[in-house]
């Protein structure tokens, strides 16, 4: 069992607190969602996480021992990956190479690289992806592949920000679905950072809520459905969501 954790984390743009004083845990199978109206400041938790921001104060814990300051690639050796909002794959490159350049990255050897890519395509159930070049992908499949990528050599947690954007309800569905299975086939910890509220209420075990940098509400998803504090955080931006608040959240 395996804990990643947020402690008083704050971040300050010259002037603009992007956060305040976050704290956060994530254990080994759990899915934590993150969710927040536009510009609360999870993607950058997420940064911060992942060695992509450094904090302006507070730490970030693995298993009790400090990541603050590491640089991105360190973080993602030590077991903590992630997805970027908007993909990022190597677009004219074949599938295959993507995962496998992240083996390589991660120290594998070419042979193993490509072995743990290809059984990594087929654990998804995207085998029959693997030669095509990955900016000719439909959305869907792209962000995929992007996951596969990231649980290349097994990480302990894997960070979402926004997959399932822009997916249809079916699409996002067998997401959730991707979404369990990395939690419980492989002991990931996962945390899902989405603006459909109703995908994370299905699929979180726990949520956390930030409004304007700050942590408003912690609990499990009958507690976040019910909070007063949430549904006017919510307010005015139902069309974020992807879903009408009142669904989303009665
Ligand atoms: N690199 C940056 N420089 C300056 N301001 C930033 C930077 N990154 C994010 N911000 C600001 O920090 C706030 C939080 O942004 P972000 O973490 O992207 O929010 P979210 O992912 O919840 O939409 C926003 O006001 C955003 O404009
Ligand atoms: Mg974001």
New binding site residues.
Partial sequence: MSELSADGVSVA??G?K?LSEVSLQLRSGQILGLI??????????V?VLTGF?APTSGAVLLDGASLTGLAAHEVRRRGVARTF?GGRLFRDLPVIDNLEVTGLGLGLSRAAAIREAGEMLDWIGISALADRIAGTLPYTDERRVAIGRALMRAPDFLLL?EPAAGMSPQEARDLSDLIRRIARERGCGVLL?EHNVGLVLGVCDHIVV?DS?AVIETGPPAAIRASERVRHAYMGTAADTGLPVQEALV
Avoid: E, R, V, Y
Wanted: without cysteine; proline residues 5%.
């Fill in positions: 743009f010259a603009l992007a927040g109206p536009n510009g609360a400041g999870k993607t950058t938790l940064n921001q909002q920000d950072i930030l940098g």
